[in-house]
């Protein structure tokens, strides 16, 4: 009864004042109590609050007194009214959140010290916040055997350290539409797990790592590669390369402080050297190389008849869920490997042997905000004659650890340019870090393919923002180009289904990001990122864009002379062997 | 979203239900397991591709539910009541037993075939307490010997049936 009493939309909820600890508070009514909390300055602690999905109230931490109320109520789930009397930090709301954490750690293992999470563990920070200083309980959970699953790819869950908070179901199934999880069995035995309780690697997980990025502990986490890069990087027989991804810098900026606008790359660039890469190249040169492919491709398939609309392929977790969930829609997939795959091909196959160096001599490593990448890496058709284009994957989070691990004060860099003959970028394939970024750089190309005039918009405002789908439609030439834009997952379910059933005719192009806002809040980003950090992120990418000088992948100088030199022409024969792949319908429990 | 299949190729009783539904979900796992006696993976999929239902969530609400099983059922199918009358009067230690003798935990069937083991809540029989029940022959006052003791004879009766 309480949840379904909120009222979703914020315009629509009169003003109301209600009393909070003995102050007056404006509020909404019918909105959580928690926001007008929150709003307030008032801090009360939540472990399965997701913000903008349906609260739950599984956990009650973030119980408070209401006068009237025979008991304490979770605030995340119960709606304001006018007038209410709001106690937040009563002795008995502090006694029951304290009580509910020990009941948490009578069931969780001891070993803090070892956990990926040490240090921002939700769970542990609530222990210390509410004072718990001894083991009260000890739950009989903890006596269950708990296995972990290593078997996918990217992802590593530990059920031992899961408190059931359900938070990684509900992103699972309500933001990316994947549904892969769920609660298992009841009562003490519950767990969370796929279906028939196997490994995440059978299930219909994607990888894409939003689950992680919701875990309040250590249950979850990504597959570490720090190992095999230490490893490299220490090998003296092993030339390690490294791209970085177009979000990367812009994360990294805001890790350390930097205003919103500004572009650490230099700052990565130097860091990286200093870890002992050789040669650091930028994954965003490589999205320009995308956009000579993608934008060819489309053009190709208008000017031939389809299939049509053409999607995109860099978002390895969306392509993992076409093969698996809409494998008759396979044909409308670009044959453009992804940005990273790309790079990975030509650093092994063309910059390798002009270095006089052979595949295996090369150590590849990109450095990606992306949990699906390291299983993308991992694709067999990715390793032609066994060797990888892309050795190890390390995410944002790997890398922060990496840089912490080898005692780098970054905050001391002067920034540094990547190297040559892969580093140069344009501000287009930079936007790949955000949703519609790829979109907005295949139109700008594609206007000067079909037109050979420049687009005379720079900026697709319809394309921009956070919402779950935008579109837009243009003229190119005499051509009249619809184009979609979507992220976050589960957006894409509908769209797919309206031109399956004919009813889009309209559309010749569709973006997907698999994470909702892009690359920006992918999987392997830091942790505790609200909308407000993603939409940060987003202005630092159009910010960059805006003052960029060359802002058209087809004008990126190292693109032109890559394919003078080495490619020919795009979508030619050299491009088919090293830029393009193929798929396959994935058959999985789902 | 679920691909495009035909109806052909789902289970039978699945086949009933053709308005998708998801409050069916129950009632048609219900019906699958009165016929197998289980619920195989086969045909939890096939239930969740006609309700329209991911898997993890038809397997997830499955094993909510005390009275579904996974695994088909032994020649020797043996329920031991755990109500509260038979709880007092000791099941714990006629379930430990038992678990012991036939080699899985309850829930299980053994690699053979041979036995299963299920606990039930109340059987309503409490005045017999410790009941325990073997392929529905009810077993009335039972001791964790008796049990083991009633399920060899039961293992026995079963291979002379088949050597018959
Ligand atoms: S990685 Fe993505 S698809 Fe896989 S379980 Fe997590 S949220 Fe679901
Ligand atoms: S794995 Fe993490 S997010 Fe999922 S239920 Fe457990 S604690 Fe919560
Ligand atoms: S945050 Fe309110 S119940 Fe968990």
């Known amino acids: ?590 | 979203m679920v691909v495009a299949h035909r109806s052909s190729d789902l289970d039978p009783i699945v086949a009933r239900y053709p308005d998708r539904r998801r409050e069916h979900l129950i009632p048609v796992l219900q019906e699958i397991q009165e016929r197998d006696g289980y619920l195989s993976r086969d045909a939890m999929k096939a239930v969740a591709r006609a309700l329209e239902l991911p898997v993890s969530k038809v397997y997830g609400v499955a094993t909510f539910y005390n009275q579904f099983r996974f695994e088909p059922r032994g020649k020797v199918h043996c329920q031991v009541c755990r109500g509260t009358a038979c709880h007092v009067k000791g099941s714990a230690q006629v379930l430990d037993t038992l678990e012991r003798a036939i080699g899985v935990p309850a829930g299980h069937t053994t690699r053979d075939g041979l036995y299963s083991l299920e606990v039930v809540a109340c059987m309503g029989a409490c005045g017999l307490a410790p009941v325990v029940t073997i392929n529905d022959e009810v077993h009335a006052l039972v001791s964790p010997d008796g049990a083991k003791r009633l399920a060899r004879v039961a293992a026995k009766k079963e291979s002379h049936r088949h050597d018959a």
């Open chain 1, 1 to 590: 009864m309480v949840a379904t009493a909120i009222t979703p939309e914020p315009a629509s909820r009169p003003a109301v004042e209600i009393r909070v600890d003995g102050r007056a508070v404006t509020a909404h009514a019918g909105e959580p109590l928690l926001d007008a909390l929150r709003r307030d300055g008032v801090h009360v602690p939540t472990l399965c609050h997701l913000a903008h999905l349906t609260p739950t109230g599984a956990c009650r931490l973030c119980v408070v007194e209401v006068e009237g109320q025979r008991n304490l109520v979770p605030s995340c789930a119960f709606p304001v009214a006018a007038g209410m009397v709001v106690h937040t930090h009563s002795q008995r709301a502090q006694r029951a959140r304290k009580t509910i954490v020990e009941l948490l750690l009578a069931d969780h293992p001891d070993d803090c010290l070892y956990c990926v999470r040490a240090g921002d563990c939700d769970l542990a920070t609530l222990a210390r916040e509410l004072g718990v200083r001894e083991r009260r309980y000890r739950g009989t959970a903890a006596a269950i055997e708990h296995h972990i699953d290593a078997s996918s790819p990217a992802l590593l869950r530990d059920p031992a350290k899961c408190i059931l908070c359900g938070k990684c179901v509900r992103v699972c199934e309500e933001v990316q539409g994947v549904a892969a999880i769920d609660f298992i069995g009841r009562g003490c035995k519950t767990t969370v797990g796929t279906a028939f309780d196997q490994g995440l690697n059978v299930s219909t997980c994607i990888s894409c790592g939003q689950c992680i990025n919701v875990c309040p502990t250590g249950a979850l986490r990504e597959v570490s590669h720090l190992k095999l890069v230490t490893d490299a990087l220490a090998d003296p027989r092993r030339v390690a390369v490294v791209q970085h991804a177009p979000s990367i810098s812009v994360t990294l900026a805001e890790t350390l402080g930097l205003p919103a606008d500004a572009d650490a790359a230099g700052i990565l660039n130097a860091a990286l050297r200093r870890l002992g890469f050789t040669h650091v190249f930028d994954t965003s040169f490589a999205a320009d190389l995308t956009i000579m492919e993608e934008a060819s491709e489309l053009v190709q398939r208008i000017s031939r008849g389809g299939p049509l609309p053409m999607m995109t392929s860099c978002s390895p977790g969306w392509v993992a869920w076409v093969e698996q969930a809409v494998p008759d829609l396979l044909p409308h997939l670009s044959t453009c490997k992804s940005p990273q795959q790309m790079l990975g091909a030509v650093i092994k196959r063309v910059w390798a042997e002009r270095n006089a160096l052979l595949p295996e001599d090369v150590f590849s490593v990109s450095i990606m905000p992306c949990t699906a990448k390291k299983a993308e890496a991992a694709r067999p058709e990715m390793a032609p004659d066994g060797v990888p284009d892309v050795d190890a994957v390390l995410t944002t989070r790997e890398l922060l650890r990496l840089i912490k691990l080898r005692g780098l004060d970054i905050t001391r860099l002067a920034p540094e340019p990547a190297d040559s003959p892969y580093g140069e970028r344009s501000s287009a394939g930079k936007l790949f870090g955000v949703t519609g970024g790829v979109a907005e750089a295949a139109l700008r190309t594609a206007y000067r393919l079909v037109t050979g005039t420049e687009l005379p918009l720079s900026e697709l405002k319809e394309l921009r923002g956070l919402d779950g789908v935008k579109e837009l439609h243009v003229k190119v030439g005499d051509l009249a180009l619809g184009v979609a834009v979507v992220n976050g997952l589960k957006n894409a379910g509908p769209l797919l289904d309206a031109v399956r059933a004919g009813r889009r005719p309209d559309l010749v192009f569709i973006e997907v990001m698999t994470c909702p806002g892009g690359c920006i809040a992918g999987g392997g980003q830091p942790l505790g990122a609200d909308l407000d950090a993603v939409r940060a992120r987003m202005r630092s990418l159009y910010a960059i864009d805006a003052t960029s000088e060359l802002r058209t992948s087809h004008d990126n100088a190292q693109v032109k002379a890559l394919y003078e030199e080495v490619l020919g022409a795009p979508l030619g024969h050299e491009s088919h062997r090293l830029l393009h792949t193929h798929y396959a319908p994935r058959a999985v429990d789902c």
